[in-house]
């Protein structure tokens, strides 16, 4: 999955090949998030880089050197169906790209509410949704702002650290007191106490084909299926141990988990395979994100820089 020095490798189902080992342009090889363009090119988050564009074969770096970033510290990152790219930092506001400048949105002056972003989601209108850590969310429709946290009977948690999107255009918001679901003009929560949600603070958040929204917490995940929960624990399951970071689906209907310690989970058919930095060549046991690339390739953010992963075959799993 990867090499120990910062470069990236891709597993063709039988070999491993070295792309760039040390030609990653980011100053730092932390990675926190993976998104495609239409035009398959990969954008990286990168906490203490700046944000790194992978076309194929070149990289391109944007830090505060040839763009207007208030913060090298990038952890949120998603592409609008435009092809605007925004870019959400922590200490600098949110900018956007398209494709020939960058434009920046922080507070005072644009109504953004907080320059700690968290996660970034563009809903089915065209909306673009920041999540921060400390003020809620904040809503951009290409003209204005709206607001929402637990002052105005939006999330019950100014925290919120990650959002998905279901099928039915449905908004899902892992907060750190309890998830919280936005459809039309009303918001539902669901916690410990009203629902079969294993953990209040939640961590990570996916919405999959088939309906389900999955949610990350530290040692389990909770599974809302729209009628009834089910929970995976780390030690009993096959969950690896730490915090859910990232959940992510692949063309295949597996889902995989990024964890803060435990490395990569792939959960398939009820079926566990963990990957860690021992068993496999993962670069880090902190993984981060995992992007499901146009091409069905896996890109693994971790601690340590990038993975690709290519799986052809079940077997390909095998270390």
Same mark, same amino acid.
């Given at each position: 999955l990867g090499t120990n020095d910062g470069g990236v490798s891709i597993f063709d189902g039988?070999?491993?090949?070295?792309?760039?080992?040390?030609h990653f342009n980011a100053p730092d090889t932390r990675l926190d998030k993976v998104v495609?363009?239409?035009?398959?090119?990969?954008?990286?988050a990168s906490? !203490? !880089?700046? %944000?790194? =564009?992978?076309? !194929?074969? #070149?990289?391109?770096? *944007?830090? #505060?050197?040839?763009?207007?970033?208030?913060?090298?510290w990038v952890g949120a990152i998603a592409v609008h169906p435009d092809g605007t790219v925004w870019v959400g930092t922590e200490g600098?506001?949110? *900018?956007s790209f398209d494709g020939n400048a960058w434009r920046i949105f922080a507070p005072p002056e644009t109504g953004f509410i907080h320059d700690a972003i968290t996660d970034i989601a563009v809903d089915q209108a065209g909306r673009t949704w920041f999540a921060t850590g400390h003020h809620g969310l904040s809503v951009f429709d290409g003209k204005k702002w709206t607001v929402y946290n637990p002052a105005d009977s939006g999330p019950t948690s100014r925290d919120v650290r990650g959002i998905a999107i279901d099928a039915k255009g449905r908004m899902w918001f892992a907060t750190m007191n309890g998830l919280a679901r936005f459809y039309g003009k009303s918001w539902k929560v669901y916690s410990t106490t009203n629902s079969g949600l294993d953990q209040d603070r939640c961590y990570s958040i996916a919405a999959t084909r088939?309906?389900? =929204?999955? $949610?990350? #917490?530290?040692?389990? %995940?909770? =599974?809302?299926?729209?009628?009834?929960w089910s929970v995976h624990k780390a030690h009993q399951d096959g969950l690896p141990s730490g915090f859910v970071q990232s959940i992510t689906e692949d063309e295949d209907g597996a889902i995989w988990f990024g964890t803060s310690r435990g490395g990569l989970a792939?959960?398939?058919?009820?079926?566990?395979?963990? *990957?860690?930095?021992?068993?496999?060549?993962?670069?880090?046991?902190? %993984?981060?994100? $995992?992007g499901v690339a146009p091409d069905g390739r896996l890109f693994i953010t971790t601690g340590l820089g990038l993975n690709v992963l290519?799986?052809?075959?079940?077997?390909?799993?095998s270390e």
């Open positions: 039988t070999d491993w090949t070295t792309l760039c080992a040390g495609f363009d239409a035009a398959g090119k990969a954008w990286f906490n !203490g !880089g700046g %944000v790194t =564009v992978f076309d !194929g074969s #070149h990289w391109q770096n *944007y830090t #505060h050197r040839n763009a207007p970033f208030r913060s090298a600098g506001g949110a *900018y088939d309906g389900s =929204v999955w $949610v990350g #917490h530290q040692n389990s %995940v909770s =599974v809302f299926d729209g009628k009834g792939r959960l398939l058919n009820a079926s566990w395979k963990i *990957y860690t930095a021992q068993n496999s060549m993962l670069a880090d046991n902190e %993984v981060t994100d $995992v290519t799986i052809t075959e079940p077997e390909a799993q």
